[in-house]
Every structure is written in C-alpha cells, then in structure tokens.
C-alpha cells in the first residue's frame, strides 16, 4: 500500500512538471557535489537535469555517469514540490548499481516565477532544483540546477 502510494504522488509530480515545462529545454546548468565519508569532495559542472519515466535524472555534462532518482513521496509546499527519494540507481562505465539512501529531500519550482523555500532565504527559479540526500554508506550528494528536459 506504501509503495502505491508513493507512486501515486511521484506520477502527480511528473504530470504538474510536464504540464509547467512543456518537453524540452536546453542549457545544462547544474551542479553536483559530492562529498564521500572520508571528507573528500568532488564537484561536477554542466550536470543535465531531466524527468522522465517518472524518474529525475541527473547525467554527468560528459555523459558518462547518471544517477536516477526513481521512487519518492511528493507533496506541495507552496508553489513548490517537496519530494522525499527512496531510491536511487547510478549508471556509469556501462554498470548498473543500486545506490540505497538513507535520507534526502528534493526541491522543484514547476512554476513560472521565482519561489522562496520555506523556512530560508533561499529561492527557487522557475524549473529550478534543489537536491539534497544521504546515502546509506554516508556519501552526500547536492544538487542545485534548473531542470533541462521533461519527457511525457
């Protein structure tokens, strides 16, 4: 029952997204870091931000490597989506893994105007993302960006 309903909001997220962005917009514009237990910190340029299957996916600006969010919970704060990931799969070197997670929160402004997080000074521009998770091994990942293709 859970997980249908986590379903349920996710495809809710993905039918608002395609209806505010229409299919396509061009201009990769995010940015990942990563930051492993150890304390080393990685930061990747240029990241492509795409929905679609009712997933996010997030590719590296050389295609090398995506990282796919495919389940979550999704609620609106606002104008904004407020989505809780529970699943995530990395594609890279032509392997599959699955990356559990322990925590984590996403951010989506759907809408046409700029809209400030709850609770922070922060704001989201439209088509904006803000990606924050935990996996279960203590890597945190971030992610700030504007959402470059929705596919129906």
């Known amino acids: 029952m859970q997980g249908t309903i986590e379903r349920r909001l996710l495809l809710v997220t993905l039918a608002v997204l395609t209806s505010a ?5 061009a201009g990769a514009t995010g940015t990942v870091v990563i930051q492993q237990r150890d304390g080393t910190t990685k ?7 795409a929905i679609r299957d009712e997933s996010m996916a997030i590719s ?27 699943d995530a799969t990395l594609y890279q070197y ?19 105007t700029t ?8 704001q989201l521009p439209p ?17 700030t960006g504007r959402i470059d293709e929705v596919v129906k």
Do not use: W
């Not at 699955?98 to 929160?105: C, E, Q, R």
């Not at 088509?127 to 992610?143: I, Q, W």
């Open 115 to 122: 809209q400030p997080l709850t609770h922070s000074s922060a």
């Open 21 to 25: 962005f229409g299919t396509a917009h």
């Open 94 to 112: 032509g392997a599959k893994r699955h990356v559990p997670l322990a925590s984590g929160t996403v951010y989506i402004n759907p809408s046409q």
């Open 60 to 86: 590296s600006s050389d295609g090398q490597g995506t990282i796919v969010l495919g389940k979550a919970a999704c609620t609106k704060v606002g104008e904004l989506l407020k989505c809780i990931p529970y």
């Open 43 to 49: 930061t990747y340029a240029g990241v492509r931000i």
């Open 127 to 143: 088509r904006g993302v803000l990606l924050l998770v935990k996996t279960k091994a203590g890597t945190y990942v971030s992610l």
